[in-house]
């Protein structure tokens, strides 16, 4: 038998570290070539890490979270055959030397969840039969089964009322399960675990949850732009009856879109990305990047719309690039084959990169009206509320229309309150008319 050393491979992209997320093995398993180890995490692209050989692990070089070189040691096999740490030479020494060292016993992804005591006054040692008591207890099949009623005299009942005792969480030692004195004195000589009278129990359990992977740059990028950029959030009402009757209307259609493809369904957010579109051009300076350290805005000429998604493994945002240059079809194509590939975590990089402004949107979740914050270093991000039916006077009666907020943000630092509410207003404009955003 031999042992076999796993490096973390080059994960490419020119990285020189990955963080690891996952371990899908742990200490004393078997695997087999191929077997999927770990995942690491690079920027927002997660890899697998493959054994090469059939073996059985004995060695975990990392903990969730941690920050691994490319060619660091990360898994140690014991190996049919003398495995590759012998035929390394002097090369492998000094990493055998480090794997000799004792391995961390907590490769398991599961949260720890540790108890947190309750404060109370010291008690006095519990009595010897109490002391038995207890053992027995701990091992006794309380509580009870629902409707039995426990067996106790007028006066253990009387100290267990006295006391919030659940008589039914007490295991009793005496003939038949019957509860004395002494086991009423166990039960309160375990802790501050006791079970009320009434059903309820107290929770003291905290669980520590480490930030790894795609929620810890979540909370960085978060951080990052509430602490840089000084936001201004402006709320405005879309009135998008028209939009959603155009929008039936054109799904209806069954026509073939460039290269004799099916058009695909289209949502609202082709139509608002063509919306920005039309007033990026007029206020170029909304489709900018803002170096804050060197003092200069990136104004971009190719508008790379960025469309918040939300994964299983938390929030990304794929970018339809060079929206300026795809129609209603294509943007909508894109939009569903970026938020595909974002959920079934494919999305490369280059497609979760780039952005020079983003739509923010919760669909059926949107709620009211909400404070998107700007995915650094852009300038605004747009953010879709929900739509709802209501009530709109037309100046002789009230008819129903269908109605949406956009609230976005900007960076108050470039882009004026001014500026913002022109370029709001002018997506209101483009999607209370739909029939603008196809004029060119």
């Given amino acids: 038998?031999?042992?076999?050393?796993?490096?973390?491979?080059?994960?490419?992209?020119?990285?020189?570290?990955?963080?690891?997320?996952?371990?899908?093995?742990?200490?004393?398993?078997?695997?087999?070539?191929?077997?999927?180890?770990?995942?690491?995490?690079?920027?927002?692209?997660?890899?697998?890490?493959?054994?090469?050989?059939d073996g059985e692990i004995l060695w975990l070089g990392a903990e969730i979270g941690d920050t691994v070189a490319i060619g660091s040691p990360i898994v140690r096999l014991k190996v049919a055959g003398e495995g590759n740490v012998k035929a390394a030479g002097k090369e492998a020494a000094p990493a055998a030397e480090a794997l000799a060292k004792p391995a961390s016993p907590k490769p398991?992804?599961?949260?720890?969840?540790?108890?947190?005591?309750?404060?109370?006054?010291?008690?006095?040692?519990?009595?010897?039969?109490?002391?038995?008591?207890?053992?027995?207890?701990?091992?006794?099949?309380?509580?009870?089964?629902?409707?039995?009623?426990?067996?106790?005299?007028?006066?253990?009942?009387?100290?267990?009322?006295?006391a919030?005792?659940?008589?039914?969480?007490?295991?009793?030692?005496?003939?038949?399960g019957r509860i004395g004195h002494?086991?009423?004195?166990?039960?309160?000589?375990?802790?501050?675990?006791?079970?009320?009278?009434?059903?309820l129990a107290r929770n003291d359990a905290i669980e520590d949850i480490k930030l790894v992977g795609l929620r810890r740059k979540i909370a960085e990028k978060m951080t990052l732009s509430k602490s840089r950029i000084p936001h201004i959030t402006y709320v405005e009402e879309i009135d998008v009856t028209a939009l959603e009757e155009l929008r039936a209307a054109l799904n209806k259609e069954k026509r073939a879109a460039k290269g004799g493809a099916e058009r695909p369904k289209l949502t609202l957010l082709p139509f608002l990305m063509r919306a920005m579109v039309k007033a990026i051009a007029d206020q170029p300076q909304l489709n900018s990047l803002f170096d804050d350290e060197a003092g200069i805005i990136h104004q971009h000429g190719g508008i790379h719309i960025g469309i918040a998604a939300q994964t299983p493994s938390g929030l990304v945002v794929p970018v339809v690039k060079h929206a300026e240059a795809r129609d209603i079809w294509e943007c909508g194509a894109e939009v569903a084959r970026l938020a595909e590939a974002a959920k079934s975590g494919t999305a490369t990089r280059d497609e979760l990169s780039g952005s020079t402004i983003t739509i923010t949107s919760l669909g059926a979740m949107g709620g009211v009206a909400t404070t998107p914050v700007i995915n650094h270093p852009e300038v605004a991000i747009i953010g879709v509320n929900k739509m709802m039916v209501r009530p709109l006077w037309d100046g002789t009666q009230f008819i129903p229309r269908k109605m949406m907020n956009l609230s976005s943000s900007f960076d108050h630092r470039v882009i004026d309150g001014w500026d913002a509410a022109v370029f709001v207003q002018r997506i209101k404009a483009l999607l209370e008319t739909p029939a603008l955003i196809f004029v060119d």
């Fill in 1 to 53: 038998m031999g042992e076999h050393i796993i490096k973390l491979p080059d994960v490419g992209e020119g990285v020189a570290e990955a963080e690891l997320v996952e371990w899908h093995v742990k200490i004393g398993d078997i695997v087999r070539e191929d077997t999927v180890l770990a995942a690491v995490m690079t920027d927002k692209a997660t890899v697998e890490i493959p054994s090469p050989v």
């Fill in 108 to 162: 398991e992804t599961a949260p720890v969840i540790k108890a947190k005591p309750a404060e109370a006054p010291a008690k006095p040692a519990p009595s010897p039969a109490a002391a038995k008591t207890i053992a027995r207890s701990s091992a006794s099949g309380v509580p009870r089964p629902e409707g039995e009623k426990p067996l106790a005299s007028p006066a253990v009942r009387l100290r267990a009322k006295e």
């Fill in 164 to 176: 919030g005792i659940d008589l039914r969480q007490v295991a009793g030692s005496g003939p038949a």
């Fill in 182 to 199: 002494e086991d009423i004195e166990a039960f309160l000589a375990r802790g501050p675990q006791v079970a009320k009278a009434s059903g």
